[in-house]
């Protein structure tokens, strides 16, 4: 039998997003990123809403399209019901629940953070568990042990911003537009990051795998360190020729603090296997680092950038995982839940 022919629609943050696929494979795909809220140095999440509103039906049609489908030839629609802004939500599960209900298919809901788990596996067939887990947004960092699909053990998260946040507030306190992440790694790659040694937060040598702290992150101690670096600087009309340099040693400080947890949890959990997922997953400095700590004999697992940043094909791909597994469409029942919790999460013992 072929494999079902699977829609998939993101529309969380400030992506709007619609993938077409079978099996694994990509037939179509259309991302359509937001630019308005450059003018604001963050999202405006009334104005992602009205945006999605606007193009959620084109987004749709051309990834069919470009897949030479058309919505009746669809087996099922995967779409992002949490977590994220519930005016986006709500513009996807809308959607997708009128299409469902009028082509007589499965509406399956995807947990944002759990189709970021799964990205990897769209490109890389053998980006399963189990794997220790970084995910790494703009809303979220998690770090998980992944016994396997459905079965996650969380191990630590951020205590207060997530790592993509930090990068975007960094970038607006050096005047860096948004999305920071993409110019901030493009910078630090001409600054020293010796010059600006900022803190390593929760970084304690001594701490123990019970402790607290030992696989949290915080990133809003580090961010106001930052300020107040920037604050210096600006007073020495210098900040023009600092720029780079504090970017590369805010990076150094995220980087050392995620691959450190990161090397803690491999430990712990003699998981010699990496995944990275999220937005940040894209910053190859990261990537790198990581690459670092892993035993000898481990692997990192991540998507291509495209695929790490917000997409409708991670959300199809958690959708087809749920139809493999039998879907029930008793399990339905999807309404759009800015703060969905991680279907099959589990907080370590
Ligand atoms: O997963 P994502 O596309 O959206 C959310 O689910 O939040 O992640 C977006 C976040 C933003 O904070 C953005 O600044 C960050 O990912 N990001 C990066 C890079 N590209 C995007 N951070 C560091 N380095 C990058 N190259
Ligand atoms: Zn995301």
Redesign the pocket.
Known sequence: MSEPLVLGIES??DETSAALLRGNRILGHVILSQDVHRLYGGVVPELAARAHLGVIGEVVRGALEEGGASLGDLDAIGVTAGPGLIGGLLVGVSWARGAAFGLGIPLIPVH??E??LFAPSLENPRADPPFVALLV????TLLLHAEAWGRYHLLGETRDDAAGEAYDKVAKLVGLPYPGGPVIERIAREGDPARHPFPRPMLRRNARPGDADYFDVSFSGLKTAVAERVREVEEKGQLEAERAHLAAGFQEAVVEVLAAKVRRAIEATETPRVLIG??VAANARLREALGEVLPKGGELLHASPRLS??NGAMVARVALHRLREGWDAADEGSVADASLPFPGLVRAA
């Open positions: 969380s943050c944002h953070m189709a970021h947004s703009g809303g979220h999220g937005g940043l917000d």
